[in-house]
């Protein structure tokens, strides 16, 4: 769609696991990379989930991206270890989760804010030569200029790209990206940059890149998610949204093993942002479903084939 440019697909915890990107780049495409939610050790180990998540085996034929969530070197080395033993070469940084249960405690966008956690991860990634490393970052928890903060890791280690969200973590996503500091990122990172946020269509995307024609690329993120057809208008048919959903819904079945509501939760929690245009009445029948055949009833409403 864009030339010289890469499109990337954000890390949204609850949606884009191995299920979402594997359907999604075998009905649309477009993706350069797939990001994965945020690994992050608990009671001292890897949740089994992330771990399970970002395996080779259940990302066939896609570029994934994994990424961590530490502000602890042992977290961090721990999950970088992990990340190598599956035989990833690549691995990204998560200094922008602006949910403030993670942030306050120094995670994510948190850690922008905290000089000596950035200094301590700085020294493990160096550890790590063989790795590339990349950066998802929000412009600062509390401050627009944290994000400067980065700038000696960048400068001390083997940085390849980094994702810049315009927003501070405490906005979460509300209110409108700060767009005009892009070119100040511009000028002091020295590595590659991809912006991220408000982009929610093909024209945005063209524009935004127009104007800063040196970022390297853009990341899409909630938008994709509404629409996964954003990169092909071609395939917003009621034929490719339904292939897209009937591939989510048939591995979740196979792969959740607690029982319908299992399921149906998880295809209640996808449609809060899938498609969010499609028939008001269908997608409340889809929220309000109590057994897997009514929501089949409703989800047959939404494709118009009830």
Known sequence: MIENKVILSAPIQGWTDHVWRVAHAQVFGGIDAYYAPFMRVEHGAIRKRDLRDIQPENNPGIHVVPQVLACRASDMALMLQAVADMGYDEVDINLGCPHPPVARKGYGAGMLARHESLVQLTEVLKQWP?????????????????????????????IERVVVHY?????????????????????????????????DSQQSISKLLAQHPRAAGVMLGRALVADPALLCPERATPTHYREFHDRLYEQYRQELTGGDHQILNKMQTLWERMLPNADRRARKAIRKASSLVRYEQAVAQVFGQD
């Open 167 to 199: 927003r501070l973590g405490v906005q979460q996503y509300q209110g409108e990206a700060m767009l005009e500091h892009i070119e100040a990122t511009l000028d002091a990172i020295p590595v590659p940059i991809v912006l991220n946020g408000d982009l």
């Open 130 to 158: 063989s790795l590339k490393v990349s950066l998802k970052l929000r412009l600062g928890w509390d401050d627009a200029s944290q994000w400067r903060n980065v700038l000696p890791m960048i400068a001390s280690c083997p």
